[in-house]
């Protein structure tokens, strides 16, 4: 319609050439090309232009050779579609050759620089920063292209997820290396949205245990990050749990006393609660008596021991006859920092009883414990 009724309106604006990169793409024969829509000014073959790059600063370079599709209907052999022409004015599609284009930033910008290059290589810089929020931790985004990457930060502002880093490009061993040091372990993520990786990334995602998500859809990524964070959750509570000092209460058994010191060895009773190795224990007047050492079943060394259970263990610094005795009944120390955290989980009614117990011992020396 355009060209049929206004034809006569219809003018070329004489100026030095702007486009968009659309894509970067490696052509045997050539090396790497960038096929662009000129849709300002006209542009040559043998212009210096600057152009968006991955790596921040604008690439500078001459244009060698602009190559024009033909026409369906004039396509005869595949490996003939383009003209080579010395010159194209707006608005046009043009594949572009030149030297240094490995990093040209498919989204990005073009512009025709013979002149006043310092300016125009800082509007170029400026035009192709990606203007988005960044939050003080969060996951690490790498995509192929500007818009894709728009895309996805919309769609990761709707799901309420923080990015802390986002670029064009590869994702790189800096870049897991920056997630591995996040607090939060949901947040030592990376985002490849059709971007891929370099070739060390994939040991230094091992070693750092830094997770990284690759597709094509952006739906997907996200659903599969969310799916992720389910199982992590559940991980990272079960580990939050072995690490949480846990209410526990034992009770020596008699004819049980297998070492005396260094360190003492006795058979207990676990009355209610769970203990562990490295829990300090102490009396029901409140003295710390030892820390637990080991726990052993038999010929069986265990990592805990639950209520009901009866096992052998050792306590370092306590000797039978001093600190402790048979048929004492011994607490874990729970310390005041964990005995707050224990109001986040889900206490049995033993459990309960022996940190309000523990609670109560703790009380006669300072009102405020635990609260």
């Known amino acids: 319609l355009a060209q049929k009724f206004l034809e006569t309106e219809l003018k070329t604006e004489d100026c030095p050439a702007e486009g968009t990169v659309l894509e970067v793409k490696e052509e045997k024969g050539i090396g790497t090309v960038i096929d662009t829509i000129v849709y300002k000014g006209t542009l040559n073959v043998g212009d210096q232009i600057l152009v968006s790059s991955t790596k921040g600063d604008p690439i500078q370079t001459k244009v060698r050779a602009l190559l024009r599709p033909r026409p369906l209907d004039e396509i005869r052999d595949p490996t003939q579609r383009f003209d080579t022409v010395k010159t194209v004015s707006a608005a046009a599609g043009i594949r572009l050759v030149g030297q240094d284009l490995e990093n040209a930033m498919a989204g990005g910008i073009l512009r025709v620089a013979n002149e006043d290059v310092d300016t125009i290589r800082e509007e170029v810089r400026k035009e192709s920063e990606l203007k988005v929020e960044l939050a003080d931790e969060g996951i690490v985004v790498r995509g192929d292209a500007i818009g894709s990457l728009e895309a996805l930060v919309f769609e990761a502002k709707s799901a309420e997820l923080p990015i802390r880093k986002i670029g064009i490009g590869k994702v790189t061993r800096k870049d897991v290396m920056e997630a591995s040091n996040f607090e939060n372990p949901l947040h030592r993520v990376i985002f490849s949205f059709n971007a891929g990786a370099n070739p060390d990334v994939e040991a230094e995602l091992a070693s750092t245990g830094v997770t990284m998500f690759s597709n094509q859809v ?47 060895i006795v058979g207990v009773r676990v009355l209610a609660g769970r203990v562990r190795p490295g829990q300090m224990l102490m009396r029901l007047d409140g003295h710390q008596v030892g820390r637990i050492k080991s726990i052993r079943s038999g010929e069986n060394t265990q990592t805990e021991a639950i209520a009901g259970s009866e096992v052998a263990i050792a306590i370092d610094d306590a000797t039978v006859g001093r600190q402790i005795d048979v048929e004492d009944i011994l607490l874990v120390d729970i310390p005041e920092s964990h005995a707050r955290d224990l109001s986040n989980y889900k206490l049995t009614i033993d459990e309960r009883e022996v940190l309000e117990q523990v609670a109560e011992i703790k009380r006669k020396e300072k009102p405020f414990w635990g609260r």
């Open 218 to 264: 952006i739906y997907r990524l996200l659903d599969e990050y969310k799916a992720w964070c389910e199982v992590k959750k559940r991980e990272v509570e079960a580990e939050k749990r072995l690490e949480t000092v846990f209410p526990g209460k034992v009770k020596i058994l008699r004819d049980h006393v297998f070492r005396v010191s260094k360190p003492a």
